[in-house]
């Protein structure tokens, strides 16, 4: 039996759209997804050192250089009941400490109202020190990349985060 030109050309393109389409139906095996995290505990990570700018975001020079900042780790400690610490220890040798409270900024989908902290995919520290420093920061869970990071000002570089039980 003698297929025409044209039924041989249907037949493929049928073979051909079958294949793309079952191509499309398979998935790799699932990840698990990205889950908010558990917030209280102990976050840490290191600022990378940057230049310093001033409030319009200009880089400010000293003697024809670049001010830098230099780098810092960061150490947040978060209760269960809001409390907040952050040492901040700069690469220089000197340490700041800042107290205060944090509050979850977004809530992944969910029916149990009791997980409200553990499903917040992002929170808001509010922090001072003794000398009357203020510090905001925000940690926010990037689940794309799946990782937690930190921002501050939007002068400062943001960095990421792990969890020290």
Same mark, same amino acid.
């Given at each position: 039996m003698k297929l025409s030109i044209t039924s041989q050309l249907w037949t493929l393109l049928a073979i051909i759209g079958s294949l793309l389409l079952s191509g499309c139906a398979t998935t790799a095996e699932s990840e698990h997804s990205f889950k908010a995290p558990k917030w209280s505990g102990q976050w840490q990570g290191v600022q990378?050192?940057?230049?310093? =700018?001033?409030? %319009?975001?200009?880089?400010?020079?000293?003697?024809g250089q670049e001010a830098q900042? =230099?780098?810092?780790?960061?150490?947040?400690? @978060?209760?269960? %009941?809001? &409390?907040?610490? @952050?040492?901040? /220890?700069?690469?220089?040798?000197?340490?700041?400490?800042?107290? &205060?409270?944090? +509050? /979850? @900024?977004?809530?992944?989908?969910? %029916? +149990?109202? =009791?997980?409200?902290? /553990?499903?917040?995919l992002g929170i808001n520290c509010e922090l001072s020190a003794s000398t009357g420093a203020y510090r905001n920061y925000i940690l926010l869970a990037d689940s794309i990349h799946r990782v937690v990071r930190c921002h501050g000002t939007p002068r400062e570089p943001h960095f990421e985060l792990t969890y020290t039980p």
């Amino acid at each position: 039996m003698k297929l025409s030109i044209t039924s041989q050309l249907w037949t493929l393109l049928a073979i051909i759209g079958s294949l793309l389409l079952s191509g499309c139906a398979t998935t790799a095996e699932s990840e698990h997804s990205f889950k908010a995290p558990k917030w209280s505990g102990q976050w840490q990570g290191v600022q990378p050192e940057y230049a310093m =700018k001033d409030a %319009n975001g200009q880089v400010i020079y000293i003697q024809g250089q670049e001010a830098q900042v =230099k780098s810092s780790t960061f150490i947040f400690i @978060l209760q269960p %009941n809001g &409390g907040a610490s @952050l040492t901040q /220890s700069t690469e220089d040798g000197r340490i700041m400490e800042f107290q &205060g409270r944090w +509050n /979850s @900024l977004e809530q992944t989908t969910s %029916n +149990n109202q =009791k997980t409200d902290q /553990s499903s917040a995919l992002g929170i808001n520290c509010e922090l001072s020190a003794s000398t009357g420093a203020y510090r905001n920061y925000i940690l926010l869970a990037d689940s794309i990349h799946r990782v937690v990071r930190c921002h501050g000002t939007p002068r400062e570089p943001h960095f990421e985060l792990t969890y020290t039980p």
